[in-house]
T-cell receptor
Framework: AQKVTQAQTEISVVEKEDVTLDCVYETRDTTYYLFWYKQPPSGELVFLIRRNSFDEQNEISGRYSWNFQKSTSSFNFTITASQVVDSAVYFCALMTGANSKLTFGKGITLSVRP | ETGVTQSPTHLIKTRGQQVTLRCSSQSGHNTVSWYQQALGQGPQFIFQYYREEENGRGNFPPRFSGLQFPNYSSELNVNALELDDSALYLC???????????????FGEGSRLTVL
């Protein structure tokens, strides 16, 4: 069975602080994809990153960076110098299986205060 | 924008009624998946359609059913609505090759259903 755990439920930071959102996953599949999505109050899921199971390189995109470690089954997301516009719910998700089913974590609500 | 469109964006129904939600997939995508997101939760997989056939189903009762049309658009039907069906329903399309995952998945903005 597939499982994604986002142990943090709510995080509140002051603008310009760095913040790391944790994600731990479980799967027996050897081929899988990991995702992070942002969901602002309007509701749509905004794609942030996709990483396949064979690529453990860390990635940086502007203020965002991701740390994928298969040894600990973790795929953590760091926002550097947070901004108020980063306030949203962030979901980590795991894609496995022939039907490309996504298994989501419960999400982390990030509040960035000015 | 992802190119995946859903309608209606909001709707209100009463318990026991039936609802149909619609999704137009991104051009060239032959696979559509539906997810239910209850308030404060992550999205849950309902089912997926690949070339007009159901290709996987999550833990949802049979009153949740779907269709995919030759142009790959899709409908989600829910019969005998219950209060707990109130949620955001998300459609996602993907360009699977055969039945293998490619890792590409694009979500629409969702249909928010309220059941009174």
């Amino acid at each position: 069975a597939q499982k994604v755990t986002q142990a943090q439920t709510e995080i509140s930071v002051v603008e310009k602080e760095d913040v790391t959102l944790d994600c731990v996953y479980e799967t027996r599949d050897t081929t899988y994809y990991l995702f992070w999505y942002k969901q602002p109050p309007s509701g749509e899921l905004v794609f942030l990153i996709r990483r396949n199971s064979f690529d453990e390189q860390n990635e940086i995109s502007g203020r965002y960076s991701w740390n994928f470690q298969k040894s600990t089954s973790s795929f953590n997301f760091t926002i550097t110098a947070s901004q108020v516009v980063d306030s949203a719910v962030y979901f980590c998700a795991l894609m496995t299986g022939a039907n490309s089913k996504l298994t989501f974590g419960k999400g982390i609500t990030l509040s960035v205060r000015p | 924008e992802t190119g995946v469109t859903q309608s209606p964006t909001h709707l209100i129904k009463t318990r026991g009624q039936q609802v149909t939600l619609r999704c137009s997939s991104q051009s060239g995508h032959n696979t559509v998946s539906w997810y239910q997101q209850a308030l404060g939760q992550g999205p849950q997989f309902i089912f997926q359609y690949y070339r007009e056939e159901e290709n996987g189903r999550g833990n949802f009762p049979p009153r949740f059913s779907g269709l995919q049309f030759p142009n790959y658009s899709s409908e989600l039907n829910v019969n005998a609505l219950e209060l707990d069906d109130s949620a955001l329903y998300l459609c996602a399309s993907s360009p699977t090759r055969g039945r293998r995952i490619t890792g590409e998945l694009f979500f629409g903005e969702g249909s928010r259903l309220t059941v009174l």
